[in-house]
């Protein structure tokens, strides 16, 4: 190394700070500089690859820690004690005991962070020496290095099934199209194959790292993984502009791509994913919070205590005649006066009572917590086999909270639903294809016991037809193992594929045969050109989507089932001849519901589906359901099996793949898609490879996607739309259908009845359109479209305008009806948690229509609610509607027919309502109203409304919420509530990432909330009320000591001792109570969720039990010292043997107060309690025996041996550990006989034998059921204004618009029967 | 918020969502163990306290605190105590003078004499104690004040007390042995007893010194430094303590081996009272023979030398004698407190049944309300 000057040093840490704090980065390869010294390497300003995640250096621990762990006030406040205790005028203790406690709680966090941070140290060091590959100059290849030694300006080469160690820009790959996918479950959790592709622009079709000699120009690192700005300045001058498309991120796998070269542009802790790796949040519990005013309480208490104290001493001091002999003066002879005495024994009484502020409470929670979550995590109710994953707690410290909930609010998709979407109906060209059959088939599998039934018989064929599982997992089992090997093979295909569709069932859909039909005929008539309608509308399902195309046969192991459909032509026979059968003995459900049908025009529609759940189709399970795995399209059965059945699609969303399922069910079948091209193959076997000139993404704003391609013999400019409905019907242009068909069917009107009856089934729609677009319109929009895409600034904004350009004067195919499933459980669920006194909103992005349905299915609505539908246009009609119904309701429930009931009345709101409802000024009115509501509905809602809901709730109402959802959509709406709740789902990680406790299925959180969270609720409660009470307990006693010593701040316990009782004796037991105590048993509490109201609220842990135990604690230290003060008044007893029994007697009666509270005696249990008895004794046994000199104020030698030898150390410990004890344990006793409390009454239930038990509830069940069906009955809605609204519900908005009445207001009251049971 | 995990932190075991693609035989299911403590299924001993299952308890304890609180009351009552004030408060007592001219240096010492009469005679050992009240030994400055590892005979801290002992660490600079506030106060009345005869002379009570403190503070803490050979060797190089007529190793002249930091009154000063009016064991009257009582009834005389100064914290002496039993000395707060314990258990006892009867019944078959 040469020297350098400081200066030239410090100004090239300045010009390096200075680099990395550009807004745009000049990158240049390192190549030509390899070998040479660092200060003069181009990029040597920018980190190198190795991370450190680790906090601490080996170094610098200890201050480092100590700093960290000082940024609690309750260390500080502990090292002030200590220091305070080094001042000779005040101290209570020898300065050095009183370092003790601080010591051990620091060294013990002390340990924990160390042990923490090692294990981050090995990761990072295995992370940092993973091998890659650098292009080396010298080398003329590519060599194995670490991932350490990767910098910026590197070329990597990562090869298939790697991790890339650094953000690349992707610059060549072994796909003759420049195409890498990559997988970034690593990052955000989303399993489906994701496209990159080299930056296009530079034009080497071979590359070669040396002669790469531009300037990579890219933006300042930041943490968003969906964009990334960037160009390539190359000598000429000329810029190749890259995004997000074109950059490998680090941690994400490459698949299905041989290898691919890139430039690193970030490394280490520059990447997209270190800048995303935030700490774990830091959320307060209620409890918490209210704990922290209790200490605050203390501190007051405390600050009374010694003031008290201090008084004290002074009138003492005053009232002596003389100077008496036990008064010592300081070593110059002086005495202080007694003011200044009284001043210093206010701190010296803040030394002796320190113990007051349960400074061990805060460490004491902290391993609770850590218990709880153990359990919680264990919890194999709450571990879903399906996706092998547990419940995870990402927030450690709010699992309290769990059993405080009052709102839940839900996202519907993904979270209520599969989000595995099956293709149920469409709508081409404004005629309705119901698809019988395909409903059959999953209205079969809808039978929660059939299902299992089918799946597993079809298991030992789809062996033999090509599921690439592993034979140990699909070796023959014993019948009795059904259950399990059937989720055994599920799980370890899901295991190793991660993908939504691994299932057949969901992928399969039965065409309908009249389309087919309809569709052979289109093909035939409409020749070579290919531009029916019928044609355009199944070429938009397959073109017009992001899936990825994969082979099953790829590296990457998937589940794949070969398509060999043996008895097809049988099946559709036995199928055809099923829907006959079950036809006639299914229920429209629009028959049951004459109000609605008005609505419905077409026979089709009225005739169509319904299917009730309860359908008798056993006898023809079997034969059935050994079918199911090869069921496949009939009209496929002529392909090659080996192309087409070897595809996999990858979907971001389950909808496209779905549609792309449905697509290739009759036939189109989308073969391969590249960054500009699309090969669909249609039913006549063509395969026709469409240019894609552009992708018009997704957007929540437009809420619809495009695809513009060129048609490859029309040559026509074609753009495909789909979105949501409401986002494309007004953006028709001329109806599509007048030119052809000759019938004047106006296809918008009719599609849009479909989709409203579709929407009432609860199916998702989307609507599916195409557009032609002339080549001079395209050339036009494709110049601002580029000007938008070079943009630096506002490039998202531009890009969204030319989408919105582009997309107008679309012309309607058809719909699609798609059904998403509610999950197993869900309508228990529902019912248990409203049965425990919580409300359940849903805030969904989908219809009212759909949402409403869903709500019924799920039991959110029930049949004889009164369901309040809000929509209006504008602010005016929304106040007053909101007074209006505010006003019914109240009358409603102040009419003394409904005095002893709570009216279910539900709300349904839209999404414009909800931002007018929202507004500051009707805020209040609103939450009014939705607070006298069981359940709200909130359909057509937007991400940021979701969250703002949850947080007016939360915020004026002042109650405990909590946010479940699956999507990215509900990350606002997760994070703005008390508790959020991740759901592992379909669609990627994002949800679980911003939660706190992350579950796989909906219907856990039954468990989560009435088990774990009463039990968490009411054993941290009652832990640390507990606490309290011990602390005080125990202090006071010397407090009521100094009454007898003049005020002087002395302890008549050793101070040894007294650190151990807090330390040793007394602490186990407390956070055994609030690990391990089980008031009543999880099956209680799922059976009667009401119990749950238990801990809503103010709960256990009121203002009025926390002063309770502190009335109690002082009367029992009142006892524990009076007893013995009064049985060895005016003997002979001295200091230490004074304070001896009265240790013991705390100790006991401490220990019996837990034990009156522990619900539940486990073996662990009366280890812990004994255990503390007996170290005790043995403890202060050995002290007493070794220490003869040790200690010295104190001479605690044989004191303890001494007592024990008296019959009155026992008898002054037995009167005085039953007399602190008899109101608490009477007063419980006269409550639990009198006034039992619901959670006694269900440990009664508890000790009663399963059987009896379960008897027992169904009894009690159904009488509280039978109630409120007489309810019903009896209370119909008492005003005459809200009935005559109720007919308008039927009605679509869209109907009530054009009759000019700009709101509706519906009340549906009784006999609305959901339709959809699944 | 999209927290990578990828770096492989497994943090307390709860990995994040993603699954590693590696192997296919690697997969291992995180199914969490189906054991009856990670599932919280131990089994429990779950009581309930209803008057029902209570009930018993309340009794049993009824019925054994009642005959321990007799026992002890009798016991207390058969105890014989006998307490004299000797202070000289009023003008009228004996010690009156003495009280009133004193100083800790006094070279003269005042003796006063105090009579009494016994109503009843004493019989078995009767222990005779000084009382002290408003004597604060438990004042904090106070109970430090003072060097155990002197007292326990250590010869570097006889030379070098500790820094607790200030203001009476080094009189003049020479070390104090014993040092401290403790021993500087050591009470230093000598008391004697005298029987007076239905004849009007006195009797000389045989006062036993030896026994009177404990035997681990006489044997194992409180040693003179170098053994007990030639103690006034050893305490060479030391001072009295100030307010001390005579230095340690003088304090018994009667009997060498109670000389030092193991005279027995000085060990049973330095244990320091628990509360401010206490009282310290003096002397051991014995027994003589089963069939004369220890102490007669009849007249006495309490002969002092009044050293002790108490007026300046508003103090009072006595001397007690006391008999005791098992339970030490005569305290009937024990035996009253069992009874009344007792008896509130059994009532107690009795309410719970009556709300056993009208409740206890109704709650098998009850109902959770909503």
Redesign the interface.
């Known amino acids: 190394m040469t020297w350098r000057s400081p200066l030239a040093l410090m100004r090239d840490a300045l010009r390096g700070q200075r680099a990395r704090e550009k807004d745009l980065r000049n990158l240049v390869s390192n190549l030509p500089y390899e070998g040479l010294e660092k200060a003069k390497q181009p990029n040597r300003y920018f980190p190198s690859n190795a991370i450190k995640t680790t906090k601490y250096t080996l170094l610098l621990f200890i201050p480092m820690n100590l700093f960290e762990q000082f940024h609690r006030l309750a260390n500080i406040y502990f090292v002030g004690l200590a220091i305070l205790n080094f001042i000779p005028v005040v101290n209570a203790f020898q300065p050095e005991v009183a370092l003790i406690p601080i010591c051990v709680i620091l060294s013990l966090t002390a340990l924990k962070d160390a042990w923490e941070d090692f294990r981050r140290y090995q990761s990072d060091r295995k992370l940092n020496n993973t091998p890659c590959l650098i292009y080396s100059r010298k080398e003329k290849q590519f060599v194995e290095r670490r991932w350490k030694d990767v910098r910026v300006g590197d070329f990597v080469k990562v090869v298939c099934n790697e991790i890339v160690p650094a953000d690349l820009l992707l610059l060549d790959t072994s796909d003759l199209k420049g195409v890498c996918l990559i997988e970034t479950a690593n990052l955000d959790g989303e399993t489906n194959l994701k496209q990159r592709t080299v930056v296009s622009g530079l034009s080497n079709p071979e590359f070669e790292p040396e002669s790469f000699n531009s300037v990579v120009v890219c933006e300042r690192p930041n943490n968003n993984l969906n964009h990334f700005k960037c160009y390539v300045e190359k000598p000429d001058k000329e810029r190749a502009g890259a995004g997000i498309e074109s950059l490998l991120l680090r941690g994400c796998t490459v698949r299905n791509t041989d290898h691919a070269v890139g430039f690193v542009v970030y490394a280490g802790h520059e990447t997209k994913s270190m800048l995303n790796n935030n700490e774990s949040r830091y959320k307060r519990s209620k409890l918490e919070r209210k704990l922290n005013i209790d200490v605050i309480f203390c501190v007051i208490l405390l600050f009374a205590m010694c003031l008290v104290g201090a008084l004290g001493h002074f009138l003492w001091l005053q009232a002596l005649p003389g100077v008496p002999p036990y008064l010592v003066a300081d070593s110059s002879g002086h005495l202080d006066g007694p003011s200044l005495s009284g001043f210093y024994m206010f701190f010296t009484m803040i030394i002796l009572l320190q113990i007051l502020i349960p400074i061990s409470l805060y460490v004491s929670i902290e391993l609770v917590k850590i218990g709880q979550i153990f359990f919680i995590t264990n919890d194999i109710d709450l571990f879903d086999e399906e996706t092998d994953s547990r419940m995870q707690c990402k927030s450690l410290n709010i699992t309290e909270d769990l059993g405080q909930i009052e709102y839940i609010f839900s996202d519907k998709t993904g979270t209520l639903t599969e989000n595995k979407m099956v293709f149920r109906r469409c709508s081409v060209m404004g005629t309705e294809y119901p698809h019988k059959e395909n409903a059959i088939r999953l209205a079969v599998l809808d039978e929660p016991e059939s299902e299992e039934e089918v799946i597993f018989n079809q298991r030992p064929q789809s062996l033999q037809t090509g599921w690439s599982l592993d034979a140990e997992d699909t070796a023959p089992r014993d019948t009795t193992q059904r259950r399990g090997s059937r989720r055994r093979s599920k799980v370890a295909g899901i295991a190793q594929s991660d993908v939504a569709f691994s299932s057949p069932l969901e992928t399969e859909v039965i065409p309908d045969k009249k389309l087919l039909q309809q569709i052979s005929r289109a093909e035939s008539s409409s020749g070579s050109r290919k531009t029916d309608p019928y044609l355009d509308f199944f070429l938009a399902l397959a073109i017009c989507n992001t899936v990825v195309v994969s082979m099953a046969t790829a590296q990457r192991r998937r589940v794949s089932v070969s398509p060999r459909s043996y008895h097809t032509t049988n099946l559709l026979e036995r199928l055809s001849s099923l829907v006959k059968n079950v036809g006639s003995s299914c229920l429209s459900s629009c028959k049951r519901k004459p109000k609605r049908n008005r609505t419905f025009s077409e026979n089709s529609v009225v005739e169509e589906d319904h299917f009730r759940p309860s359908v008798k189709m056993e006898t023809t399970k079997d034969t059935y359901g050994l079918q199911t795995c090869s069921l496949h399209a009939a009209s496929q059965s002529n392909k090659p099996a080996a192309t087409s059945g070897d595809l996999r699609y990858e979907a971001e969303s389950p909808d496209e793949a779905a549609l792309v399922y449905a697509a290739k069910a009759y036939g189109f079948i989308l073969l391969a898609r590249t960054p500009d091209s699309v090969t669909v193959r249609l039913p006549s076997g063509e395969d026709l490879v469409f240019e894609v000139l552009d992708t018009l993404t997704f957007d929540s704003n437009r809420k619809r996607m495009s695809v513009l391609v060129r048609h490859p013999i029309t040559k026509e400019y074609v753009l495909f739309t789909k979105g949501a409905d409401y986002a494309i019907m007004e953006l028709l242009g001329t109806p599509y259908a007048e030119h052809f068909s000759g019938s004047k069917k106006n296809i918008a009107a009719d599609t849009q009845h479909h989709l409203d009856c579709y929407a009432k089934e609860g199916l998702r729609t989307l609507c599916v359109t195409k557009k032609v677009v002339s080549a001079k319109v395209y050339e036009s929009w494709l110049v601002d479209r580029q000007r938008a895409l070079a943009a630096i600034d506002n490039r998202e904004e531009l890009i969204m305008d030319t989408a919105v350009q582009m997309e107008t004067n679309l012309t309607l195919l058809g719909a699609t009806g798609i059904e998403d499933r509610l999950q197993e459980n869900v309508p228990d669920t529902i019912m248990a948690l409203r049965e425990a006194g919580i409300q359940v909103w849903v805030l969904t992005g989908d219809k009212p229509e759909t949402a409403v349905n869903i709500g019924y299915a799920c039991r959110l609505l029930e049949e004889e609610d009164l369901v309040i539908n809000m929509s209006c246009n504008n602010k005016l009609t929304c106040t007053s509607i909101l007074d209006c119904t505010l006003e019914e309701v109240r009358r409603y429930s102040a009419d003394p027919r409904n005095v002893d009931t709570t009216p279910d009345i539900s709300l349904v709101i839209d999404g414009r309502t909800l931002a007018m409802a929202l507004s500051p000024d009707l805020q209040e009115r609103f939450v009014d109203l939705a607070k006298r509501c069981r359940s709200v509905l909130c359909c057509r809602v937007t991400p940021l409304q979701k969250s703002r809901v949850v947080k007016v709730v939360r915020e004026r109402l002042k109650v405990m919420t909590l946010a479940i959802g699956d999507g990215a959509n509900d990350v606002n709406m997760i994070q703005a509530a008390d508790i959020g709740i991740g759901i592992s789902g379909q669609e990627g990680m994002q949800a679980v990432m911003a939660s706190d406790f992350a579950i796989s299925r909906f219907r856990h959180l039954k468990k989560l909330l009435l088990v774990h969270g009463h039990w968490c609720y009411t054993r941290l409660a009652n832990m640390i009320i507990y606490f309290f009470y011990k602390n005080v307990a125990y202090v006071n006693l010397l407090f009521w000591y100094q009454f007898f010593c003049g005020f002087s701040g002395t302890a008549m316990i050793d101070y040894w001792l007294m650190i151990f009782f807090n330390l040793f004796f007394t602490s186990a037991p407390p956070i055994m109570f609030g690990i391990m105590d089980k008031d009543v048993s999880a099956e209680v509490l799922l059976g009667v969720p009401e119990l749950y109201r238990t801990g809503q609220g103010a709960g256990e842990y009121k203002c009025s039990t926390f002063w309770v135990s502190i009335l109690d604690a002082f009367y029992q230290s009142l006892v524990c010292f009076f007893i013995p003060y009064l049985a060895y008044q005016d003997s002979d007893i001295d200091l230490f043997t004074f304070g001896t029994p009265l240790n013991t007697i705390s100790l006991f009666t401490i220990l019996l107060h837990l034990s009156i509270e522990i619900k539940a005696w486990t073996v662990v249990h009366w280890v812990i309690m004994l255990g503390s008895v007996a170290l005790y004794f043995i403890v202060t046994l050995a002290y007493s025996a070794i220490c003869v000199t040790c200690n010295p104020p104190s001479n605690p030698y044989w004191i303890l041996q001494s007592q024990m030898a008296d019959p009155m150390f026992y008898l002054i410990c037995l009167i005085s550990t039953v007399v602190a004890l008899l109101p608490r344990y009477t007063f419980h006793v006269m409550r639990n006989s009198i006034a039992p409390s619901p959670l006694v009454q269900a440990r009664h239930l508890d000790q009663l034998d399963p059987s009896e038990r379960e008897q027992w509830i169904k009894e009690w069940r159904s009488f509280r059921g039978g109630g409120q069906v007489k309810r019903s009955r009896l209370s119909t809605p008492p005003s005459p204004s809200l009935e005559t609204h109720a007919d308008i519900f039927p009605e679509s908005p869209t109907a009530s618009d054009i009759i000019g009445d700009d709101f509706t207001l519906n009340v549906i009251s009784e006999n609305y029967q959901g339709p959809v049971h699944t | 918020?999209?927290?990578?995990?990828?770096?492989?932190?497994e943090?307390?075991?709860?990995h994040?969502?993603?699954?590693s693609?590696g192997g296919?035989?690697a997969?291992k299911?995180?199914?969490?163990?189906?054991t009856a403590f990670?599932?919280?299924r131990?089994?429990?001993?779950?009581?309930?306290?209803?008057?029902?299952t209570?009930l018993p308890a309340f009794f049993v304890?009824g019925l054994i605190?009642i005959p321990?609180g007799i026992g002890?009351y009798v016991t207390s009552n058969n105890i014989k105590e006998f307490e004299v004030d000797y202070t000289g408060v009023d003008v009228d007592s004996p010690c009156y003078t003495c009280a009133m001219n004193f100083s800790w240096n006094n070279t003269l010492p005042c003796t006063c004499s105090v009579d009494f009469t016994l109503e009843q005679p004493f019989e078995s050992n009767v222990f005779m104690?000084y009382?002290l009240s408003n004597?604060?030994?438990?004042?904090?400055?106070?109970?430090?004040?003072?060097?155990?590892?002197q007292?326990?005979g250590?010869r570097s801290a006889l030379t070098n007390p500790?820094k607790?002992c200030?203001?009476y660490?080094t009189s003049e600079g020479v070390p104090i042995a014993p040092c401290g506030?403790i021993a500087?106060?050591l009470f230093n009345d000598t008391l004697d007893l005298f029987h007076i005869d239905s004849n009007g002379s006195r009797n000389a009570i045989n006062l036993v010194k030896k026994g009177i403190a404990?035997w681990?503070d006489k044997h194992?803490?409180f040693r003179n430094p170098g053994g007990n050979s030639n103690i006034t060797l050893a305490f060479q190089g030391t001072a009295k303590p100030v307010?001390w007529r005579k230095p340690v190793f003088e304090l018994d002249p009667s009997d060498p081996e109670n000389n030092g930091f193991i005279n027995e009154d000085f060990i049973v000063w330095m244990?320091?009272?628990?509360?401010?009016?206490?009282?310290?064991?003096y002397r051991i009257i014995q027994k003589k023979s089963s069939t004369t009582p220890t102490l007669p009834s009849g007249k006495y005389t309490l002969e002092i030398t009044y050293n002790y100064?108490v007026?300046?914290?508003?103090?009072r002496k006595r001397m007690i004698l006391s008999t005791i039993s098992?339970?030490?000395?005569k305290?009937p707060?024990?035996g009253i407190?069992?009874i009344t314990?007792g008896s509130?258990?059994f009532f107690?006892g009795v309410v719970?049944l009556i709300?056993?009867h009208k409740?206890?019944t109704r709650?098998?078959s009850?109902?959770?309300?909503?």
């Open positions: 918020m999209m927290a990578s995990s990828y770096n492989a932190k943090e307390d075991g709860h994040s969502g993603a699954t693609h296919a035989g997969v299911s995180k199914k969490p163990d189906n990670k599932q919280q131990l089994p429990a001993w779950q009581p309930i306290l209803t008057a029902g209570v304890i605190f321990i002890l104690y009382g004597f604060y030994q438990n004042h904090r400055r106070y109970v430090k004040s003072r060097d155990d590892s007292l326990n250590d500790s607790e200030e203001p660490r506030a500087n106060s404990w681990t194992v803490k307010n244990r320091t009272a628990a509360l401010p009016t206490f009282r310290k064991l100064p007026l300046s914290f508003d103090g098992w339970m030490g000395g305290n707060f024990l407190a069992y314990v509130i258990c107690l719970l709300i056993h409740y206890d709650n098998n009850a109902d959770i309300p909503n």
